[in-house]
């Protein structure tokens, strides 16, 4: 009887999972300041975000890479496809209101991604999990379509 009054209360008792949310706001087009690189990422829902990133020089492709972000009950997964060879798995290490920080300490480079947004401004770094050979991109908002 114990044993079945036990078991009733665990299964009337809401279980409560901590699953985390995929970074929304990083959803839409930024372009790169100074110009040639483009990121876009879309919602799919259900804690999925897939993106891409395009390089480009003098008109030409120069780097392109596929992008995704899993949201699950221990935090976001980035899964990073240059070139389409992939995925390298990064972990989500830390995260505030508008800034996402992951990790994959046994990657070559990068070791380190974090996109922090600002408004209408994006920043991306990547560096080794130290710090160094850190490269920063800062983004804004894609100007829409048939604006000058």
């Known amino acids: 009887m114990a044993l079945l009054m036990m078991v ?12 985390y949310a995929a970074p929304i706001w990083l959803e839409g087009c930024w372009v790169s300041r100074g110009g ?15 993106g891409h990133n395009v390089v480009r020089r ?12 899993e949201a699950t009950q221990n935090g976001s997964i980035f899964f990073a496809y ?8 990064f972990k989500e290490s830390a995260r505030t209101g508008a800034s996402i920080t992951f990790d994959n300490p046994e990657h070559d480079d990068p070791q ?10 994006l920043t ?13 991109w800062m983004y804004s908002a894609c100007p829409t379509e048939g604006s000058s």
């Open 8 to 19: 009733a209360t665990l299964l009337a008792s809401p279980v409560q999972e901590t699953a």
């Open 36 to 50: 040639g690189t483009e990121e876009r990422w879309m919602s799919a829902g259900d804690g999925l975000l897939f």
């Open 58 to 69: 003098r008109g030409e492709v120069v780097f392109f890479e596929q992008l995704r972000i």
């Open 82 to 89: 240059p070139r389409g060879v992939g995925p390298t798995r």
């Open 112 to 121: 380190r991604i974090i996109y922090e947004r600002e408004g209408d401004d």
């Open 124 to 136: 991306a770094t990547v560096s080794l999990i130290d710090g160094s050979r850190q490269r920063q």
